[in-house]
């Protein structure tokens, strides 16, 4: 990968923007849980954007985090080596990346590797991570380690099964949504293009 020299103009404006959506509360939280659901020997960051992004650039804690999800089924990435090679990183991040995803991580709630190879869009890594957790307490199948306080329960399906009868009583009752009519005329209206009389 070339380095990029600093960013002027358009570019700047929106990588600030970018920059000022990173919650640094909320990489406390996140590395709490990432702690607490791989143990001690992932480590901790370093303070900051910087180590955070550090922390997890070469894929191995990400996917030490989605194997501990899984507990005691097939781990979804069955290698977790560290490397020192770019592309060998970045695979790491892909297969992670899949792993959430076959979890029920939402497309729309997935990073790209280069947000957090490069550092482009440590937020939406923050926004990834959120969803795993989230997904995590709400299957409350066991493997999840830590305060469940953490993460927001995502809804679930409620499915009600009615009988054709109470059905059919749905359909005779006039719901207030329809409005009503009762007390309503027309005196005191005028006719139109005439002005209204006050006197």
């Known amino acids: 990968m070339a380095n990029k020299g600093p960013a002027y103009g358009l570019s700047r404006e929106v990588q600030s923007k970018i920059d000022k959506k990173y919650d640094a509360e909320l990489e406390e939280r996140l590395v709490a849980w990432i ?31 989605i194997n501990s999800l899984y507990g005691a089924n097939p781990k979804p990435i069955k290698k977790v080596a560290s490397s020192g090679m770019a592309f060998k990183q970045m695979e790491q991040i892909s297969q992670f990346l899949g792993a959430a995803e076959r979890y029920g991580v939402t497309k729309t709630d997935m990073f790209q590797t280069v947000d957090l190879w490069e550092g482009k869009d440590l937020a939406a890594v923050q926004r990834t991570l959120m969803a795993l957790g989230s997904l995590a307490v709400t299957k409350d199948d066991g493997c999840y380690q830590g305060d469940p306080s953490w993460f927001h329960k995502k809804s679930q399906e409620n499915r009600r099964d009615f009988s054709d009868e109470q059905l059919k009583e749905g359909q ?28």
């Open 35 to 65: 702690r607490a659901q791989c143990g001690e020997e992932v480590g901790a960051p370093e303070e900051g954007k910087t180590g955070f992004q550090n922390w997890l650039k070469d894929g191995c804690v990400l996917s030490h985090l």
């Open 172 to 199: 005779s009752v006039i719901g207030l949504q329809m409005g009503t009519n009762k007390g309503a005329s027309q005196a005191g209206m005028t006719g139109y293009g005439r002005p209204r009389q006050i006197l």
